[in-house]
């Protein structure tokens, strides 16, 4: 059984910083690339940012420069470091495992950030 478990969200003022991690079970994580997305009321989901099993990173633009993407395979463990958090950061993250076709997503944490 597959589980994506992420931690790490809470109420935080504009310019603060938060850490979010994913631990994954049931899968072998070191070969998944794994990314964080996340969805606002009333928007889609949408990518904030990816890394791959070797650790290469990809990030949207409205969070370069602020977020940072890494993994720890040895912990089963992705992280998502956010700073210079602003409203509109405000969302529910979600944790996703990618392998070809085989994704898995996690129940989301929620971020918000006041004003």
């Known amino acids: 059984q597959v589980q994506l478990v992420e931690s790490g969200g809470g109420l935080v003022q504009a310019g603060g910083s938060l850490r979010l991690s994913c631990v994954a079970s049931g899968i072998i994580f070191s070969i998944y690339d794994m990314g964080w997305y996340r969805q606002a009321p009333g928007k889609q989901r949408e990518l904030v940012a990816t890394i791959t099993k070797s650790g290469n990173t990809n990030y949207a633009d409205y969070v370069k420069g602020r977020f940072t993407i890494s993994r720890d395979n040895a912990k089963r463990t992705v992280y998502l470091q956010m700073s210079s958090l602003k409203p509109e950061d405000t969302a529910v993250y979600y944790c996703?495992?990618?392998?070809?076709?085989?994704?898995?997503w996690g129940q989301g944490t929620q971020v918000t950030v006041s004003s």
């Open positions: 996703n495992a990618l392998l070809g076709r085989s994704g898995f």
